[in-house]
Nanobody, 125 residues
Framework: QVQLVESGGGKVQAGDSLRLSCAAS????????MGWFRQAPGKEREIVAATSRSGGSTHYADSVKGRFTISRDNAKNTVYLQMNSLKPEDTAVYYC??????????????????WGQGTQVTVSS
């Protein structure tokens, strides 16, 4: 069992930055690929970014490329999402997720093993 706890969300202005963190329980964090997803009101949940077990491979949604950066610290059992140049359309609940296989996180139909509870990000214009 893995528990994921997100933090770092909040209310910001367009153009501001935020860094989300996701702390994982257990001693097998480095065995999991990790991803950040988001869900805006009335919309389906979508992938934002993902990283492989080692962090050597990363994946980004087109809408966030060049603005968001995913990283992980396996020694701290934590994955981060640095969000720069935030836009109102980035407003959503952001979820951390994990799966043993990287492809399951980045698939068009993700099949992750664990989800966090989510953290709200609100960007005003």
């Amino acid at each position: 069992q893995v528990q994921l706890v997100e933090s770092g969300g909040g209310k910001v202005q367009a153009g501001d930055s935020l860094r989300l963190s996701c702390a994982a329980s257990g001693r097998t964090f480095s065995s999991y690929a990790m991803g950040w997803f988001r869900q805006a009101p009335g919309k389906e949940r979508e992938i934002v970014a993902a990283t492989s077990r080692s962090g050597g491979s990363t994946h980004y949604a087109d809408s966030v490329k060049g603005r968001f950066t995913i990283s992980r610290d396996n020694a701290k059992n934590t994955v981060y999402l640095q969000m720069n140049s935030l836009k109102p359309e980035d407003t959503a609940v952001y979820y951390c997720a994990s799966a043993f296989q990287y492809w399951r996180v980045i698939s068009t139909t993700p099949t992750v093993d664990y989800w966090g509870q989510g953290t709200q990000v609100t960007v005003s214009s």
